[in-house]
């Protein structure tokens, strides 16, 4: 009996070696659509030995064929790989995993029109707000007066406006402000129009269109629609004006 004992205890010993001694290392490299490669679990569920994976992705486990490896990582999908015969032949076992995907919940942006400065008590209603430089001008042409304690005598008045008037620093500051003007309008024909509208439906060349932007804002009665911001009757005045501008074109070009 005892004899019998031994015998089965070698036959199962003799084929757990037999086992162990045909396993090879197999080496692979994960492949996914990300630059987060490392620290990827790489388990033989067979014989519940693991690794993880270095920051290429390359990993290095014992395994013979018929064994099963779970691939698992938080930022990617788990998978599971029956390994064949010919998985240890190659140079290389290449894994291919995907990106764990997480969507979020539908987001939607609304405009507030009835919250601005006005609603919120910042600036008072009915007050006109003013450009950088409309403000310099404003402060340029104003009296600063100053009175004495008692209201009557000792009171002065800034003579700043008279001086900015004899230097010229007014007149600079005027033409400050008709250039501000001129380049909001610009901005905002932009924002209104793109470059397809000039060239495609006014017939404006794509290398004279900012040009042509140059010239309607040089026009007090276009600006003076522009302002009022009724599309449709801009755009009857840009028909006429990009006629005219075409017509120049034709000349400087003959």
Known sequence: ?????????????????????????????????????????VINLKTEKSTITDKDGFFSITAISGDTLLFSAVNLKRIQVCLEQNDFQKDLFLVKMESMITYLNEIVVRRYDNINAFSLG????????????ERKLYAANSLNATASNDGMSGGSISVDPLLNWMSGRTKMLKNELEV????????????????NM???????????????????????????????????????AMITLAEKYIEIIACENE
Do not use: H, W
Request: aromatic letters at 10%.
């Open 122 to 133: 910042i600036v008072s209603k009915g007050k006109k707000s003013y450009t950088p430089a």
């Open 198 to 236: 000039f060239v495609n439906g006014l017939k404006i060349p794509l290398e004279y269109v900012k040009g042509f932007e140059y010239y309607i804002v040089e026009n007090d009665r276009f600006t003076a629609l522009l302002k009022s911001k009724n599309k449709t009757n801009i755009e009857f």
């Open 1 to 41: 009996m005892k004899i019998r004992i031994c015998v089965l205890f070698i036959l199962i010993a003799s084929s757990i070696l037999a086992q162990e001694s045909s396993k090879t290392r197999l080496k692979g490299k994960i492949n996914a659509n990300t630059i987060d490669l490392e620290g990827v679990y």
């Open 180 to 195: 501000e003007n001129k380049e909001l309008c610009m901005q905002q024909l932009e924002n209104m129009f793109d470059k």
